[in-house]
């Protein structure tokens, strides 16, 4: 079993910061690419930012320039740095990643979810 759970969510103002959080733990063999996903009240949810297993990352070109991810292989941790947040902002970020286990196999995970709202 893996869990991966979020922190760092919260209230920002505008222009504020926040850094986000996704401890992965259970069976875990390695950690391959991660990812941050938004869902907006009302809309679908859309990538924020992914990261590979080698630091390669891509971002929504709504966040490239204020948005940072990372990734603490040691800690099973990968971390989304927001700057200069926009309410347009505003959703539940959850986590992603992929996983491969003791034992064989790898499987997708995602975190339960933590909201950001960004007040104007």
């Known amino acids: 079993q893996v869990q991966l759970v979020e922190s760092g969510g919260g209230l920002v103002q505008a222009g504020g910061s926040l850094r986000l959080s996704c401890v992965a733990s259970g069976s875990i063999f390695s950690l391959n690419h991660m990812g941050w996903y938004r869902q907006a009240s009302g809309k679908q949810r859309e990538l924020v930012a992914h990261i590979t297993s080698g630091g390669n990352t891509n971002y929504a070109d709504s966040v490239k320039g204020r948005f940072t991810i990372s990734r603490d292989n040691a800690k099973n941790t990968v971390y989304l740095q927001m700057n200069s947040l926009k309410p347009e902002d505003t959703a539940v970020y959850s986590c992603?990643?992929?996983?491969?286990?003791w034992g064989g196999g790898r499987t997708n995970y995602w975190g339960q979810g933590t909201q950001v709202t960004v007040s104007s």
């Open positions: 992603n990643a992929e996983v491969f286990r």
